[in-house]
Nanobody
């Protein structure tokens, strides 16, 4: 069983950047694909980005393409979400998830972190 811990959230002005980290407890981190999801108040959880086990394949939601970048360092058991050109509508609780493939559907992931809050002021 893998435990995930997100960090790096915070308050940033519109146009700014943040880098989120997702640290895994599992030594066999490279057995898992990783995804990032977000949930804003009053809205459903939404897919943001995902990356396969070796980092060669990535997927992005249309709303973040060209602004966000997902990556991973398997030697550090950590995945990252670099967020640039942030907008107020990016404000949400961001979660990382681990699963067998880089799906875009949250119900296909078996492991989740607790989330880290990202707030973008206008």
């Amino acid at each position: 069983q893998v435990q995930l811990t997100e960090s790096g959230g915070g308050l940033v002005q519109s146009g700014g950047s943040l880098r989120l980290s997702c640290a895994a407890s599992e030594r066999a981190f490279d057995n898992y694909a990783v995804a990032w999801f977000r949930q804003a108040p009053g809205k459903e959880r939404a897919f943001v980005a995902s990356i396969n086990r070796n980092g060669a394949v990535t997927y992005y939601a249309d709303s973040v393409k060209g602004r966000f970048s997902v990556s991973r360092d398997n030697a550090k058991n950590t995945a990252y979400l670099q967020m640039d050109s942030l907008r107020p509508e990016d404000t949400a609780l961001y979660y990382c998830a681990a699963g067998v493939a880089p799906y875009t559907r949250g119900n296909l992931y078996g492991y989740w972190g607790q989330g880290t809050q990202v707030t973008v002021s206008s």
